[in-house]
């Protein structure tokens, strides 16, 4: 069964660090999403992504972050300076273009000390 | 914008019992509420899902109902078993938007 992938598993850096993460989408679908979940807590969408562009952001997705595809299978989400409060675990998902099912990825840890 | 609300936070079940977990939001134009379980480690797989012109869904022993009037929608586990021990979350989405919107969840445990 086709599944969304998510590198890395873990991921540890310094804070004011660059750290991009990466997400293979399944392949047939069209959008794309980040979302994230600091420990203990639920899920908060940050952003939508279709046909190569940004169609929605939440107030979490400032100047720090961006996201790109930048071949035909990954969709990587870049922190350009992390903060400590960017610790959490970071999920990709993605659905087809009729169906609204979204399916997650199986997270990246993020800790920045 | 659309705000979901979870209850309870937690639920402990003995195996074989029923466990409902219900949720409310905000917004009538949402019109797309999936189910997501989620265990130690891992994401939220979707297990069940309900769209706005449907008023309940089953699959197998699991169960979701919706009243859009009332604005809210609940999942239902029947004969639980000890491998549905995990965290349950409820999400809402207005179709137009594509955002999903997640409840606090739900920690269901069920002892054998």
């Known amino acids: 069964e086709p599944e969304v992938t998510q590198t890395p598993s873990h991921q540890v850096t310094q804070m004011g660090q660059e750290v991009i993460l990466r997400c293979v989408p399944i392949?047939?679908?069209?959008?794309f999403y980040w979302y994230r979940q600091i420990l203990g807590q639920k899920v908060e969408f940050l952003v939508s992504?279709?046909?190569?562009?940004?169609?929605?952001k939440s107030e979490i997705f400032d100047d720090q972050f961006s996201v790109e595809r930048p071949d035909g299978s990954n969709f990587t989400l870049k922190i350009r300076s992390t903060k400590l409060e960017d610790s959490a675990m970071y999920f990709c998902?993605?659905?087809?273009?009729?169906?609204?099912?979204?399916?997650f990825g199986p997270g990246t840890r993020l800790t920045v000390l | 914008g659309e705000n979901v609300e979870q209850h309870p936070s937690t639920l402990s079940v003995q195996e074989g019992d029923s466990a409902v977990i219900k949720c409310t939001y905000s917004?009538?134009?949402?019109?797309?509420f999936p189910w997501y379980k989620q265990e130690l480690g891992k994401g939220p797989q979707l297990i069940i899902d309900?769209?706005?012109?449907?008023g309940e869904k089953k699959d197998q022993r699991i169960a979701v109902t919706l009243n859009k009037t009332a604005k809210h929608f609940s999942l239902h586990i029947t004969e639980t078993q000890p491998e549905d021990s995990a965290v349950y979350f409820c999400?809402?989405?207005?179709?137009?938007?594509?955002?999903?919107?997640f409840g606090t969840g739900t920690r269901l445990l069920v002892s054998p």
């Open positions: 309900i769209r706005s012109n449907v």
């Open positions: 992504f279709y046909n190569n562009e940004i169609s929605e």
């Open positions: 999400a809402a989405l207005n179709t137009g938007f594509q955002k999903l919107v």
């Open positions: 392949s047939n679908h069209l959008y």
């Open positions: 998902a993605s659905r087809e273009a009729v169906y609204n099912e979204q399916f």
């Open positions: 917004d009538s134009a949402s019109n797309y």
